[in-house]
Nanobody, 124 residues
Framework: QLVESGGGLVQAGGSLRLSCAAS????????MGWFRQAPGKEREFVAAISYSGGALYYADSVKGRFTISRDNAKNTVSLQMDSLKTEDTAIYYC???????????????????WGQGTQVTVSS
C-alpha cells in the first residue's frame, strides 16, 4: 500500500514536499516513481529513483526544480518541489516499479502499485 501526503495550495514560486509511505518489507527492493495528472490531461511522468537511490530521473519540465529522494529505513519516498509554477497543478501519485532499477521509468505500465494521489494546487 502506498499513501501520499503533503499536497496543498501554494503560490507560484513556493515549495512543497510530498511524501509517500509504503507498507511491506520489500520497499527497498524496488524503484519508485512520481507521476501527476492535471485536469483534462493524461497522467505524466515526473521523477523516478532506483531501489538504492543511486539513480535519479526527471521529466524535463521539472528538472532543476524538483528533487526525488528515498529513505529505505523509513519506507518512504519524497518529492521536494521548489520554484513551483501554475502548470505544476495536478494530482500527484507515487508508484512502485516492477523492478529494482527504474526500467522504462517514464512509462506508467512499468509500475504495479499506485497511491491514491495528493492534490497540488499552485496559484498565480
Amino acid at each position: 500500500q502506498l499513501v501520499e501526503s503533503g499536497g496543498g495550495l501554494v503560490q507560484a514560486g513556493g515549495s512543497l514536499r510530498l511524501s509517500c509511505a509504503a507498507s511491506g518489507r520489500t520497499f527497498d527492493s524496488y524503484a519508485m516513481g512520481w507521476f501527476r495528472q492535471a485536469p483534462g490531461k493524461e497522467r505524466e511522468f515526473v521523477a523516478a529513483i532506483s531501489y538504492s537511490g543511486g539513480a535519479l530521473y526527471y521529466a524535463d519540465s521539472v528538472k532543476g526544480r524538483f528533487t526525488i529522494s528515498r529513505d529505505n529505513a523509513k519506507n518512504t519516498v519524497s518529492l521536494q518541489m521548489d520554484s513551483l509554477k501554475t502548470e505544476d497543478t495536478a494530482i500527484y501519485y507515487c508508484a512502485r516499479s516492477r523492478w529494482r532499477q527504474a526500467v522504462n521509468y517514464a512509462w506508467s505500465s512499468a509500475y504495479d502499485y499506485w497511491g491514491q494521489g495528493t492534490q497540488v494546487t499552485v496559484s498565480s
